[in-house]
């Protein structure tokens, strides 16, 4: 696995370690608005985190909280509008979007393992 978490491309993108929290913020940002509540967490946790244990911890809790918004969607909760804040639309487009986000994401870490030499975890042999 990855351990070079203050790796950095160049200057002018995110750490390993700034990606995967920028990741968890928004997990909640957009499962929240899929569960049609104020997000758990309050505070921004990109560039809070720098400890890898921390950083996987809290990574893990924004998927399980994910996972409760995908678990509980149904053709018709889908169609659901939300809204949170200023933030409003359908669920479905909300978790599309995180799905979307999380893909965007994982092409640009894919990247941080390459340049370092690294097989990334979608490219690895499968057993």
């Known amino acids: 696995m990855f351990s070079k978490y203050g790796y950095q491309a160049t200057p002018d993108v995110r750490t390993f370690a700034q ?3 920028h990741v968890a913020d928004a997990h909640f940002a957009y499962c929240s608005r899929a569960r049609n509540e104020p997000s758990p967490q ?4 990109e560039g809070s985190m720098t400890d890898k244990a921390q950083i996987v911890a809290k990574l893990r809790e924004s998927v399980e909280y994910c996972k409760a918004a995908y678990d509980g969607a ?3 909760t889908l169609a659901e509008p939300f809204e949170v804040g200023r933030a409003r639309g359908v669920k479905l487009a909300v ?3 995180n799905v979307t986000h999380d ?3 994982y092409g640009k870490i894919v ?6 030499g690294m ?3 979608s490219s690895q042999p499968r057993q």
């Open 19 to 21: 990606e995967l929290t």
């Open 74 to 76: 149904s053709d018709a």
């Open 42 to 45: 309050q505070s921004r946790i």
């Open 111 to 116: 990247t941080y393992f390459r340049l370092n």
């Open 103 to 105: 893909n965007e994401h």
């Open 95 to 97: 978790l599309v979007s």
């Open 119 to 121: 097989v990334p975890p």
